[in-house]
């Protein structure tokens, strides 16, 4: 492993384990995988605030929409076989369905460019208000013209993917869950992920949340629910690792043989702009895309009945980073744009000198916590609270033992001033002054606000 991702590794988890306080989560999983495997696995918090259990690397979660990319995946490994084509009309393998929806093609159904509806006349199912649909309850609503015509833009679907577990289904001549696990899950060496919660076996699952608003609390939601035919949407269930395994897999430039690599180019190009949001994404076969700070992404998304999980591969830097949150309103995108963010400024800076690296730690004033990070031959100061991280900081420059010139900052900061660490007794760091501001050691800081406020 370089250097540099091994000092990049080392803050990461105290970046996460600050703010899953900070936003006041009930807890997270993560794993990054580098070239293919897992250089970093741990998870934060708690696993169901009802009894308190800690959260652990092991718990699996709901993964939702993850779902779709490995649905996908057993497409385009179809068409590696020759069993199908993406011009193949829907209609060709499933039955029942108004013509429009039966003439959208596999190739439209998996870019959610075939114009169906999203989750039908009742999403209930995504509230955990009612069962998920069941085949042919998935039929009788697409036997209604679709919304949009096929090819007219990106639209979202659960029942698109639902229909594209069908086309599995008819191709193969096994249910969906069956032929998905041994042909897929398997081979990509995934032990701790199932399509549906029916399959798990083995493990614990990790208990969704509530939102705080309007109850005053977290609810916990068991999210147990079976998804019936809709599994091949939003049934699967999985790790933070096996996630970052599998979307590794994914990669153009892979070694894995999982699929061909013009099936893998063809899952993560650009197919199409969701260009009604304000934010830069894209969809191509499964995968969601975009750009962070110059780094070209692919991976996904998902949201379940208390749950919210996000991967995302870095080809050119060849990482793989998920998230798993066991809240509705849980960061993960915001956790792994901060991940990356940290990954991206060890790279640019390389590890730390000697000279910086005993400067690590957090400290803390009335206005919150400021964390040291040794990065390259400077020491970064910024509030772990940003996000992303490292996104405002000051640097100091180390000039002697334990003196050092802030000689970068933000104009609103010390820029051209001292930054001194003061000792104790023991000899031992007890205190940061940077600039004028004097900053102390967490249970420290605890007593002497604690004494003087009455906390």
Known sequence: MDAWLRAALDYVPRWIDFQVQHVDQPGCSIAVAHRGDIVLEEAFGTADLSTGEALTPRHRFR?????????????????????????DAAGTFVQGLHEEAAAATLQQLLSHSAGYVRDGADAGYFGD????????????????????????????SNHGYGILGLVIEAVTGEHYRDWIMREIVAPAGLTETYADIGLMTAGTLASGHSTRLPFGKRL????????????????FVSTAADLARFFSQLA???????????????????????????????????????????????????????????????????????VLTNAIDGPAQAFVDGIAHILKAFEKSGPPTEEVADWAGRWWTLWGAVDLVPVGDKVL??????????????????????????????????????????RDADGEVSAIWLGGVRLIGEFAFAEEAGTRYGG
Request: charged fraction near 20%; glycine fraction near 8%.
């Open 129 to 156: 208000l009612r069962p998920f649909l069941t085949a042919a309850q998935l039929r009788e609503e697409l036997a209604l013209p679709p919304p949009l015509p096929a090819g007219q833009r990106f639209k979202y």
């Open 252 to 322: 153009p430039a892979s070694p894995a043989a999982l699929l061909s690599a013009a099936a893998r180019r063809d899952m993560t190009r650009r197919h199409w702009r969701d260009s009604e949001s304000m934010l830069e994404r894209y969809y191509g076969l499964g995968t969601i895309s975009g750009s962070l700070a110059g780094w070209d992404w692919f991976g996904h998304s998902g949201s379940f009945a208390g749950t919210l999980s996000r991967t995302a591969v870095f080809p050119g830097q060849d990482l793989a980073i998920s």
């Open 381 to 422: 100061a910024s509030p772990p609270a940003l996000t992303p991280p490292l996104a405002e900081v000051s640097e100091i420059t180390v000039t002697g033992l334990d003196a050092g010139l802030i000689t970068c900052a933000p104009g609103f900061s010390q820029a051209g001033e001292v930054a001194t660490r003061m």
């Open 63 to 87: 993964v939702a929409s993850h779902s779709k990319t490995f649905t996908a995946a057993a497409i385009l490994k179809l068409k590696d076989r020759g069993l199908l084509r993406l011009d």
């Open 220 to 235: 916990v939601i068991p999210g147990n629910a079976p998804t019936a035919d809709l599994a091949s949407a939003t049934g």
